[in-house]
């Protein structure tokens, strides 16, 4: 169901008031990895809005290697999170981690983030099917792109259509980087399947510097949007501060992701 071969045109997301993501349209998601406090989502929303950009990520449920990391604001950061973007016109980008979340956080939360260690939870695909809110379903941290595929169909065809695919980088030989973003991925799945392609360059690479030119490539090599890690102190950020942009350093990918989008 999600291949070209059976439906052609490509899948559009519509989220209201002229808000769409789709193939044709370049579509930015920025935010700090996890929500931290209320100070933290107003600088961020600040930043987004003055650079026009209506997606704001954030993680409230953190899936950490470590259980003695920080693991999120849980549902109140979630309330909190969701009114404060709300008000500004913002849509949030947010992950959920298993099947009993889904029911608490529909009324809050824009688009439902599947990350990497979930990709092939099969109950929580299956149940994702049933909402009524968009997803984006990020490739599993050793995916194979037909594996992708297939967990894209299990929600598909559970009756949610409102789905984006998200190249965040494969666990390979390679150590000089968090992950191996897989620019190939993207011409590929792009000819695979009618489904927009978000590339987060923040978890592909892991190392603040290198986003932007892997954003900039991810671009050139067809994706829809991007979705990238930023906040006001990276170094002070409870997760992921090595991968995350500063609110400059995010301003100048905004300004460089528009013009590379407008070149292809
Ligand atoms: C995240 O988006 O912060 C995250 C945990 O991503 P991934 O699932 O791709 O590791
Ligand atoms: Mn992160």
């Known amino acids: ?9 490509p899948t559009v997301i519509d989220f209201g008031d002229g808000l769409q993501v789709k193939e044709g349209e370049f579509t930015i998601m920025a935010g700090p990895c996890s929500i931290e406090n209320e100070d933290q989502i107003e600088k961020t929303i600040n930043h987004l809005v003055s650079q026009n950009v209506r997606f704001m990520r954030g993680g409230v ?3 950490r290697s470590s259980p003695y990391s920080f693991r999120g604001l849980g549902i109140e950061g979630l309330k909190l999170f969701y009114e404060m973007c709300r008000a500004q016109g913002i849509k949030i980008v947010t992950e959920v981690m298993q099947v009993s979340q889904i029911a608490e956080m529909e009324p809050y939360t824009d688009v439902f983030q599947v990350g990497a260690r979930n990709t092939q939870n099969f109950n929580l ?16 941290i050793s995916g194979t792109i037909d594996e992708l595929l297939y967990s894209a169909e299990y929600i598909f065809s559970g009756g949610n259509e409102k789905l984006m695919l998200c190249e965040r980088g494969i666990r390979t030989y390679e150590t ?10 993207i011409p590929i799945l792009k000819e ?20 932007e030119p892997m954003a900039l490539a991810a671009i050139m090599a067809g994706a829809d949007g991007i979705i990238y890690e ?4 990276p170094e002070e950020a409870a997760s992921d501060g090595a991968q995350t942009l500063s609110f400059s350093e995010s301003e100048r990918l905004i300004r460089k992701m528009r013009k590379t989008f407008e070149l292809r």
């Open 125 to 140: 695909l299956d149940e994702l099917g049933k909402v009524d809110k968009p997803v984006l379903l990020k490739r599993g």
């Open 61 to 63: 449920f953190k899936p």
């Open 192 to 211: 695979k399947t009618h489904l927009p392609v978000i590339v987060d360059p923040s978890h592909g690479i892991g190392i603040r510097e290198y986003v």
């Open 1 to 9: 169901l999600v291949s070209r071969k059976w439906k052609v045109n």
């Open 176 to 185: 000089a980087s968090r992950n191996t973003l897989d620019l190939n991925a």
């Open 230 to 233: 930023t906040h006001e102190k």
